[in-house]
C-alpha cells in the first residue's frame, strides 16, 4: 500500500497573471496524477491547495496555514518573486521546502527554496547575448514595478553596457497597469534597437499591442528591426496577445513542440518540480532541506523534460536555453543550447565571452 504524504500548492486562481499561475498548477497537479498511478512509486501524493487571488500579502499567511494544518512540509508555488520571498521567512520557520517553477532574477539561495526554471545565466544573458549583434546594444526597458523588473532591468543595464551600448530608457508599470501610451510615446522618440519587456500578464499584453500599433505607423519599430524580448513570455500567454506577439523574443528551457508534451516551459517546470520531489521522497518519506541537499549532490533525476542535475549549494536546476520566435499560435526555435548550469549570482559571466568586448573599468 502506497504511503499518503500531503503536499502544498500555492498558485493563485485569478487576477492579472492568472495565465502563468495556472499554467504551474496545471503542471504539479498533472504530475501529481501521473505519480499516483505510476507502481514504481511507493508514495500517493495529496494537495493540500489554497488560493492567494494574486494578493502578495496572502503568501506567506496561507503557506503557514498549509504547513498548520496538514502534514505538508513542501509547497510547489508562487510566480512572482514577491510571493516567493513572502514565503521564505515561514519556510525557514517550519522547516519546509517551496518548489519554484518559474523564472526569476538571481541574486538568491536559499536552502529552503528549490528554483526548477531559469535565473540570468539562463535567460537574460544569452538573450542578450543573441539580440545585440543582430539589432545593436541601445535598449529600452520595462519592468512591473516590483523585484522582477527592477532586478532584472538592474542586471540588464550592466549588460548593455559591456555590449558598448546605452539604455535609452527605463519605466515601470504597477501590476495590471494598461495605459502603456506613455511608454509607446518615448519608445518612438528615443529609437532604441530593442525593447527589453519585464512587464507581466495584462500590462505586457497591453504593451505588445499597442507596439505593434507603433510598428504599423512606423516600419523601424517592426519585429524585424526593433523586437522586443522577454524572458518569461510562455505559450500559456499567446492567446491573450493574438497577431501582437508574432515576431518577438523570448527564452526559456522548453517551448512546445507539435504536438507538445507541455503547454510552456512553466507547466513543464512545475510538473519536473514534483517528479523531482517524489522521486527523493519515494526513498524517504520524511525528507527534509538537509536529505534533498544530500540527494541533489549525489544524482540526477529523470524527468518527463530529460535527465536534470541540481546544484546542491545554490538548488537551481541545470536547464537548456532556448530562444523562441513567436509565430502563429506558438514559438519557432532559434537557438538552443543544452544543460546551461545555473550561475545565479553571475560569477562566472565572462563580457569578453557574452558580447566579444571586455568589460570597461574606471581607474582613477
Not at 485569478?14 to 504539479?28: N, T
Not at 515601470?172 to 507581466?200: C, H, K, M, Q, W
Not at 544543460?339 to 573599468?361: C, H, I, N, Q, W
Request: hydrophobic share 40%; net charge neutral; glycine share 8%.
Amino acid at each position: 500500500m502506497k504511503r499518503r504524504i500531503e503536499i502544498g500548492i500555492l498558485y493563485s486562481r485569478s487576477g492579472s497573471y492568472q495565465l502563468v499561475s495556472d499554467a504551474c498548477r496545471m503542471g504539479a497537479m498533472r504530475a501529481i496524477a501521473d505519480i499516483n498511478a505510476d507502481r514504481r512509486y511507493g508514495i500517493e501524493l495529496v494537495p493540500v491547495e489554497r488560493d492567494p487571488q494574486s494578493n502578495a500579502d496572502r503568501y506567506a499567511t496561507l503557506c503557514e496555514d498549509i504547513f498548520k494544518t496538514s502534514s505538508a512540509r513542501h509547497v510547489v508555488g508562487c510566480v512572482t518573486s514577491w510571493s516567493r520571498k513572502e514565503t521564505i521567512p515561514v519556510l525557514e520557520k517550519a522547516g519546509g521546502m517551496l518548489w519554484y517553477a518559474c523564472p526569476y532574477e538571481g541574486f538568491e539561495a536559499n536552502e529552503h527554496v528549490v528554483y526548477m526554471h531559469a535565473c540570468p545565466n539562463q535567460h537574460l544573458v544569452p538573450l542578450m547575448a543573441h539580440v545585440v549583434p543582430r539589432f545593436g546594444a541601445n535598449g529600452f526597458l520595462l519592468g512591473s514595478n516590483y523585484i522582477w523588473g527592477w532586478e532584472m532591468n538592474r542586471v540588464a543595464r550592466d549588460l548593455i553596457a559591456d555590449a558598448g551600448g546605452k539604455v535609452l530608457g527605463e519605466r515601470y508599470l504597477r501590476i495590471g497597469e494598461t495605459d502603456v501610451s506613455r511608454l509607446i510615446a518615448e519608445i518612438r522618440a528615443t529609437r532604441p534597437n530593442f525593447i527589453l519587456n519585464n512587464l507581466i500578464g495584462t500590462s505586457s499584453y497591453a504593451f505588445l499591442a499597442a507596439y505593434r500599433g507603433l510598428a504599423g505607423e512606423d516600419p523601424a519599430f517592426s519585429p524585424e528591426a526593433c523586437p522586443v524580448i522577454s524572458c518569461n513570455l510562455t505559450e500559456g500567454e499567446l492567446p491573450a496577445l493574438g497577431v501582437s506577439g508574432k515576431g518577438h523574443l523570448s527564452v526559456g528551457p522548453y517551448f512546445a513542440p507539435r504536438p507538445a508534451a507541455f503547454a510552456s516551459s512553466f507547466e513543464a517546470s512545475a510538473y519536473a518540480s514534483v517528479q523531482v520531489m517524489a522521486d527523493v521522497l519515494s526513498h524517504d518519506a520524511d525528507a527534509g532541506p538537509a536529505e534533498f541537499s544530500k540527494a541533489f549532490a549525489e544524482r540526477r533525476f529523470s524527468t518527463r523534460l530529460g535527465p536534470i542535475a541540481i546544484d546542491a549549494h545554490s538548488q537551481h536546476a541545470t536547464l537548456p536555453v532556448i530562444i523562441g520566435r513567436i509565430a502563429d499560435g506558438f514559438f519557432e526555435v532559434v537557438s538552443r543550447e543544452d544543460e546551461v548550469a545555473p550561475d545565479p549570482y553571475l560569477s562566472r559571466y565572462d563580457p569578453a565571452k557574452t558580447f566579444g568586448r571586455p568589460r570597461l573599468r574606471v581607474v582613477s
